[in-house]
């Protein structure tokens, strides 16, 4: 294994290249300084060797395929990293006055012009800094939607119990409660239990509702209309999850399906780098009645071009009865640079078939897995599927078996045991930016580790067998907590 | 121009496999009255287009690739090595997702694990986590511990005016829904009235170190500020510059039972704003008690050393609707990007850049306090930044400056009534003398 930085670090060690100070020296406030910091001491040459060694540890998009369901490990172009490091966008001050940030707010301007255009919504804020905050953004609105209408007793949000768990997670940090809703045999949201709690008096509570579209099951709820109506009629206000947008570009525009808000991932759906877990930006589109309440600073153009051949004149503008700020500044601009690049390269036509692929994708190896896998769900999916990670004949196998094995075929696993409602759940999201041969692999693996199930159970147990590590002691971990190399600073010091 | 890999062949084939004759086919589920709507978006264009495009957006920018900046307020211009991007732009770290699975993502673990190492070290204080969004979204989070702490029983959150006015802005947002009363940053209160407010059903006290204004109070005046606030039982918060703590006293010295802040002067370029890194870091006894990943060292199967997120079951995924917060990524990349720069740094470099920081900054602040129509406040120790008086509104000394090739201070007059013709100064390493001294000679013509 690597080892950690600080077990390389030798005392009087530095990789600084700083200049002389070329000022006169100030006094320095004598009771306020501290002793060291202990970083580590090491040279330039070795932080470069440690962390490209550390590199080699990780599976990642660029070295294989990673099938992470909800999460749309699609292709991150590499001009979107050029363009993120362009200097005038780069080295560009956050408080920079607007005449001297034009090109910035034209960006994010636009940015904002076109998601508004592909989920069919009014008005877009970039402030999320990631779905989870985009959710937090939502429900704040919708809560304050009703709050400036004098209606205060609509506390309660309905969600789907196949919902992720962001999204009863936000409701409570909203200081609102949740009703969780069953869902039928087909996975659609339950309409007789819908209608039930949005019946009469308990209606009256109602604030909205939250669910992902095509659902985290991978389907397109076929009473979505009916849903949408259901809470509407009972003065709710509908919230899309967009974290499955991939499936939905040039297919369904979700404000035309009548919802009043939606979060986007552009590090989902509009191929933004997930970071190895962020940054990313959870993007909210609102409908009319929402615009006043959106998150800000929003950018808008503040005097209307002069003529044709001239630029508008933008700027920042907060909302009329703003949730308020959710992060300082305006967003994660690094990540509406990429999704602009990405737009701009794919353009309407474009992203019609990013949709149309992934869509082709998911159906073509959910086709070839059944029969091996069970498929609680045996309809067409959207841009992925879940299938069940167990058989009758191999009953010590589970979905974490057939995870630890898929890393030795050099795969990463999907996403294991969500949603929660399927048993031994595998959540598989190919996206569009795989080939066919890398899908038939795909379909191979799980074939032979189906095979493995039967045959050599003991082995699938032990595997990963090929990686750095095998499988961790997790329960050490949460108990004996070690959250930092704590001997080692000691040391350095 | 695509990233699809399809050839015709293999679509029919798929399609063949599926057991239908088109894509659409496959859409069935969606109504049919909403299907396939147009989308109004321009064509699509290829990549040297795009790069053309987005160059000339980034040139209309007034940026500090072309103008000396002395602007900050939160945001700062700093040394950032070569080697930090390289490591960045390495696919295997940024096209990775969150370590959900540990034997595929070690680099991911163990880089988080010393990036919370060095954090320790920084804030002197137990343990920190893998990060939030950014500076201000941490102070919200700390909040939320803080009131967890209280069992949600004590409703008072008492927060300097001079800590920064968005992520003031940001916690009340978080807390919109909450029964939290947010006090003591309306006037112009300092440490000892905020110290008068404290009592029985204060959740927590949060000062910024050096604060908005750039001072840095004294050790003595926290540590009564924490005494105070420990005597009723509630926490200590301090905001704090990560690159000051390369020179002055640890918020774990000074008594913080948390420290957050925003970590964009260790290797994060200025981008207009973010992405930044929201770091978060406390003692240990409140460790069960705060939001985001955390990365913990434990052994494999066979007794090696490996790391592994820890401590999840206090995560919305888990615990849905009883988490405390929504919070389910970090600012991963970023993270890394202050690990690696930290260790390029090192002990010694972590010094010497906070102390250019300081003398160039009391080099610049002594130049212009002896201009004509200009003060600096210099009541109390400061480190790269400081408060002018001008004599005439910030706005037009900046309108000048901006004509001389310089980007000026923060006018603090906007979010600081009081304030108006004040300027908020910021200098650090990369404002070579010269710079420095062409900014005194334009202030000196402009405020005239």
């Given at each position: 294994?690597?080892?950690?930085?600080?077990?390389?670090?030798?005392?009087?060690?530095?990789?600084?290249?700083?200049?002389?100070?070329?000022?006169?020296?100030?006094?320095?406030?004598?009771?306020?300084?501290?002793?060291?910091?202990?970083?580590?001491?090491?040279?330039?040459?070795?932080?470069?060797?440690?962390?490209?060694?550390?590199?080699?540890?990780?599976?990642?998009?660029?070295?294989?395929?990673?099938?992470?369901?909800?999460?749309?490990?699609?292709?991150?172009?590499?001009?979107?990293?050029?363009?993120?490091?362009?200097?005038?966008?780069?080295?560009?001050?956050?408080?920079?006055?607007?005449?001297?940030?034009?090109?910035?707010?034209?960006?994010?301007?636009?940015?904002?012009?076109?998601?508004?255009?592909?989920?069919?919504?009014?008005?877009?804020?970039?402030?999320?800094?990631?779905?989870?905050?985009?959710?937090?953004?939502?429900?704040?609105?919708?809560?304050?939607?009703?709050?400036?209408?004098?209606?205060?007793?609509?506390?309660?949000?309905?969600?789907?119990?196949?919902?992720?768990?962001?999204?009863?997670?936000?409701?409570?940090?909203?200081?609102?409660?949740?009703?969780?809703?069953?869902?039928?045999?087909?996975?659609?949201?339950?309409?007789?239990?819908?209608?039930?709690?949005?019946?009469?008096?308990?209606?009256?509570?109602?604030?909205?509702?939250?669910?992902?579209?095509?659902?985290?099951?991978?389907?397109?709820?076929?009473?979505?209309?009916?849903?949408?109506?259901?809470?509407?009629?009972?003065?709710?206000?509908?919230?899309?999850?967009?974290?499955?947008?991939?499936?939905?570009?040039?297919?369904?525009?979700?404000?035309?399906?009548?919802?009043?808000?939606?979060?986007?991932?552009?590090?989902?759906?509009?191929?933004?780098?997930?970071?190895?877990?962020?940054?990313?930006?959870?993007?909210?589109?609102?409908?009319?009645?929402?615009?006043?309440?959106?998150?800000?600073?929003?950018?808008?153009?503040?005097?209307?071009?002069?003529?044709?051949?001239?630029?508008?004149?933008?700027?920042?503008?907060?909302?009329?009865?703003?949730?308020?700020?959710?992060?300082?500044?305006?967003?994660?601009?690094?990540?509406?640079?990429?999704?602009?690049?990405?737009?701009?390269?794919?353009?309407?036509?474009?992203?019609?078939?990013?949709?149309?692929?992934?869509?082709?994708?998911?159906?073509?190896?959910?086709?070839?897995?059944?029969?091996?896998?069970?498929?609680?769900?045996?309809?067409?999916?959207?841009?992925?599927?879940?299938?069940?990670?167990?058989?009758?004949?191999?009953?010590?196998?589970?979905?974490?078996?057939?995870?630890?094995?898929?890393?030795?075929?050099?795969?990463?696993?999907?996403?294991?045991?969500?949603?929660?409602?399927?048993?031994?759940?595998?959540?598989?999201?190919?996206?569009?930016?795989?080939?066919?041969?890398?899908?038939?692999?795909?379909?191979?693996?799980?074939?032979?580790?189906?095979?493995?199930?039967?045959?050599?159970?003991?082995?699938?147990?032990?595997?990963?067998?090929?990686?750095?590590?095998?499988?961790?002691?997790?329960?050490?971990?949460?108990?004996?907590?070690?959250?930092?190399?704590?001997?080692?600073?000691?040391?350095?010091? | 121009?695509?990233?699809?890999?399809?050839?015709?062949?293999?679509?029919?084939?798929?399609?063949?496999?599926?057991?239908?004759?088109?894509?659409?086919?496959?859409?069935?589920?969606?109504?049919?009255?909403?299907?396939?709507?147009?989308?109004?978006?321009?064509?699509?264009?290829?990549?040297?287009?795009?790069?053309?495009?987005?160059?000339?957006?980034?040139?209309?920018?007034?940026?500090?690739?072309?103008?000396?900046?002395?602007?900050?307020?939160?945001?700062?211009?700093?040394?950032?090595?070569?080697?930090?991007?390289?490591?960045?732009?390495?696919?295997?770290?940024?096209?990775?997702?969150?370590?959900?699975?540990?034997?595929?993502?070690?680099?991911?673990?163990?880089?988080?694990?010393?990036?919370?190492?060095?954090?320790?070290?920084?804030?002197?204080?137990?343990?920190?986590?893998?990060?939030?969004?950014?500076?201000?979204?941490?102070?919200?989070?700390?909040v939320t511990v803080a009131l967890e702490v209280a069992r949600m029983k004590r409703k008072k959150v008492i927060l300097s005016h001079a800590i920064h006015p968005q992520y003031r802005a940001v916690a009340r947002t978080y807390n919109q829904g909450r029964d939290v009363k947010f006090v003591g940053d309306s006037g112009r209160a300092d440490i000892a009235d905020l110290m008068d407010m404290i009592d029985e059903q204060t959740a927590m006290v949060a000062i910024q170190y050096p604060n908005f204004f750039g001072q840095v109070e004294s050790p003595e005046t926290i540590r009564q500020l924490a005494d105070r606030i420990?005597?009723?039982?509630?926490?200590?918060?301090?905001?704090?510059?990560?690159?000051?703590?390369?020179?002055?006293?640890?918020?774990?010295?000074?008594?913080?039972?948390?420290?957050?802040?925003?970590?964009?002067?260790?290797?994060?370029?200025?981008?207009?704003?973010?992405?930044?890194?929201?770091?978060?870091?406390?003692?240990?006894?409140?460790?069960?008690?705060?939001?985001?990943?955390?990365?913990?060292?434990?052994?494999?199967?066979?007794?090696?050393?490996?790391?592994?997120?820890?401590?999840?079951?206090?995560?919305?995924?888990?615990?849905?609707?009883?988490?405390?917060?929504?919070?389910?990524?970090?600012?991963?990349?970023?993270?890394?990007?202050?690990?690696?720069?930290?260790?390029?740094?090192?002990?010694?470099?972590?010094?010497?850049?906070?102390?250019?920081?300081?003398?160039?900054?009391?080099?610049?602040?002594?130049?212009?306090?002896?201009?004509?129509?200009?003060?600096?406040?210099?009541?109390?120790?400061?480190?790269?930044?400081?408060?002018?008086?001008?004599?005439?509104?910030?706005?037009?000394?900046?309108?000048?400056?901006?004509?001389?090739?310089?980007?000026?201070?923060?006018?603090?007059?906007?979010?600081?009534?009081?304030?108006?013709?004040?300027?908020?100064?910021?200098?650090?390493?990369?404002?070579?003398?010269?710079?420095?001294?062409?900014?005194?000679?334009?202030?000196?013509?402009?405020?005239?």
């Open positions: 294994m690597e080892p950690l930085i600080y077990e390389i670090s030798v005392p009087g060690r530095t990789a600084a290249l700083l200049p002389d100070c070329d000022v006169p020296l100030a006094d320095l406030p004598g009771g306020y300084v501290r002793d060291e910091v202990a970083l580590p001491e090491v040279s330039e040459l070795q932080v470069v060797r440690h962390f490209v060694n550390l590199s080699h540890l990780n599976h990642a998009i660029d070295k294989g395929f990673y099938p992470l369901g909800s999460c749309t490990m699609k292709y991150n172009p590499k001009i979107n990293e050029d363009m993120a490091r362009l200097p005038g966008l780069a080295h560009l001050h956050p408080l920079t006055d607007e005449e001297g940030s034009q090109g910035a707010l034209a960006l994010m301007f636009q940015l904002q012009e076109w998601l508004a255009e592909i989920s069919g919504f009014a008005a877009v804020s970039l402030q999320p800094a990631a779905g989870a905050q985009g959710e937090l953004a939502g429900i704040l609105m919708i809560r304050k939607y009703h709050l400036d209408r004098g209606d205060t007793q609509r506390t309660k949000i309905l969600v789907p119990n196949s919902a992720h768990g962001t999204n009863p997670a936000t409701v409570t940090m909203a200081g609102m409660e949740v009703i969780e809703l069953p869902s039928d045999d087909e996975g659609n949201v339950d309409l007789a239990a819908l209608r039930a709690a949005c019946d009469g008096e308990q209606g009256r509570h109602i604030a909205g509702m939250m669910i992902t579209v095509p659902s985290t099951l991978g389907l397109f709820d076929r009473g979505i209309l009916q849903i949408v109506e259901i809470v509407h009629n009972a003065g709710g206000l509908m919230y899309m999850d967009g974290a499955n947008m991939n499936a939905l570009m040039g297919v369904v525009k979700p404000g035309e399906l009548g919802f009043d808000v939606m979060h986007y991932n552009l590090h989902k759906t509009f191929s933004t780098p997930h970071g190895g877990g962020g940054p990313g930006c959870g993007a909210v589109g609102v409908a009319e009645r929402l615009i006043k309440f959106l998150p800000g600073p929003i950018a808008a153009v503040v005097e209307p071009a002069a003529g044709e051949d001239d630029a508008p004149l933008y700027g920042l503008m907060m909302p009329e009865k703003s949730i308020g700020r959710l992060k300082a500044f305006h967003g994660n601009f690094g990540m509406h640079i990429r999704a602009y690049a990405y737009i701009r390269i794919y353009g309407g036509e474009g992203l019609k078939d990013v949709t149309r692929h992934a869509v082709l994708n998911a159906n073509y190896i959910r086709s070839q897995l059944k029969g091996v896998y069970h498929i609680p769900y045996d309809r067409f999916c959207g841009h992925e599927f879940v299938l069940e990670g167990h058989f009758e004949d191999a009953p010590d196998i589970h979905a974490l078996d057939i995870s630890k094995r898929l890393m030795d075929y050099g795969i990463h696993p999907p996403t294991n045991y969500f949603p929660l409602i399927v048993p031994e759940a595998l959540l598989i999201e190919p996206t569009e930016t795989e080939d066919k041969a890398t899908l038939d692999g795909f379909i191979d693996a799980m074939k032979k580790i189906a095979q493995e199930a039967r045959e050599d159970p003991h082995m699938l147990k032990g595997a990963p067998h090929t990686l750095p590590v095998s499988r961790l002691d997790e329960v050490r971990a949460a108990k004996e907590l070690v959250l930092c190399c704590a001997p080692l600073l000691k040391m350095v010091e | 121009m695509s990233y699809i890999p399809h050839t015709e062949v293999e679509r029919q084939q798929m399609l063949a496999a599926i057991g239908v004759t088109t894509i659409e086919d496959l859409f069935d589920a969606v109504p049919a009255s909403h299907r396939f709507p147009a989308l109004n978006l321009p064509e699509a264009m290829s990549e040297m287009e795009v790069a053309a495009e987005m160059q000339a957006l980034a040139e209309s920018n007034e940026h500090a690739g072309d103008f000396a900046l002395f602007r900050g307020a939160g945001a700062y211009h700093h040394f950032v090595p070569s080697a930090v991007n390289h490591i960045l732009l390495r696919g295997e770290f940024y096209t990775a997702y969150t370590p959900y699975q540990p034997e595929m993502s070690q680099g991911t673990l163990q880089s988080i694990f010393e990036y919370q190492s060095m954090m320790v070290a920084l804030t002197g204080l137990d343990a920190a986590n893998a990060s939030h969004y950014d500076g201000a979204t941490s102070l919200a989070e700390a420990h005597q009723v039982g509630g926490l200590l918060v301090m905001v704090v510059n990560p690159l000051a703590l390369g020179l002055l006293k640890s918020p774990g010295e000074l008594g913080a039972d948390i420290a957050v802040g925003e970590g964009q002067p260790l290797g994060i370029p200025l981008s207009y704003g973010g992405p930044y890194l929201g770091f978060f870091a406390t003692r240990s006894e409140y460790v069960r008690k705060i939001a985001g990943r955390i990365v913990g060292e434990t052994v494999d199967q066979d007794g090696r050393r490996a790391y592994v997120m820890t401590l999840r079951p206090r995560e919305q995924d888990i615990r849905r609707e009883k988490a405390s917060s929504n919070i389910c990524t970090n600012q991963g990349l970023m993270a890394l990007a202050a690990c690696v720069h930290m260790s390029l740094l090192g002990k010694q470099g972590i010094r010497k850049v906070a102390e250019l920081n300081y003398h160039k900054a009391h080099y610049a602040a002594a130049q212009i306090d002896a201009l004509p129509g200009f003060t600096v406040n210099q009541d109390k120790v400061f480190f790269n930044e400081f408060v002018v008086r001008c004599s005439k509104p910030v706005s037009a000394i900046n309108q000048a400056l901006i004509e001389q090739g310089m980007i000026g201070g923060y006018d603090l007059g906007a979010d600081y009534p009081h304030l108006k013709d004040h300027m908020l100064v910021c200098v650090t390493e990369m404002n070579r003398r010269a710079e420095i001294d062409a900014l005194a000679e334009a202030l000196g013509k402009a405020g005239n």
